[in-house]
């Protein structure tokens, strides 16, 4: 019983460290300035890799236009590299676009080259980090009363 209460804590605390340092980028990311951009590229291309029955998946494809400053940037972001399996979410947006529609570009403040149009939200990542802190401190207090 021992070894399996010391690997649930050790599962919690990669788990906490994970969702605390998502969390950390998603709160910096709340100081990203709002603009509107243009779609350049909204489309599905034909992608290199291949379902487990040899089908061909296409990948998202975005591109957009925006302006900070006076000076005019692309980006093909749609959400921060810290989110990981967007392709989902990405596709849903790119199939409700064309070329030329508007969308909210967040950039940084200090290098307006690095933009999404999604920024990621800090809650589910600070509610998952709290989940995990607590099954830690319990799993921790078994282990001492073990």
Known sequence: MTHIVLLGAVLALFSFIYFLRRFSTAWS?????????????????RGKQKTPDGCLLYDPVLRYAYTVGGHTFEGSRFTHKAARNTAGLTTQFITRLTQGAEVPVYYHPRNPADAVVQPLSWQGSAMAALVCALLLVMLATVLWLA
């Open 29 to 45: 990311m709340r100081d990203w300035r709002r603009t509107e951009g243009r779609v350049l590229t909204a489309e599905m291309r």
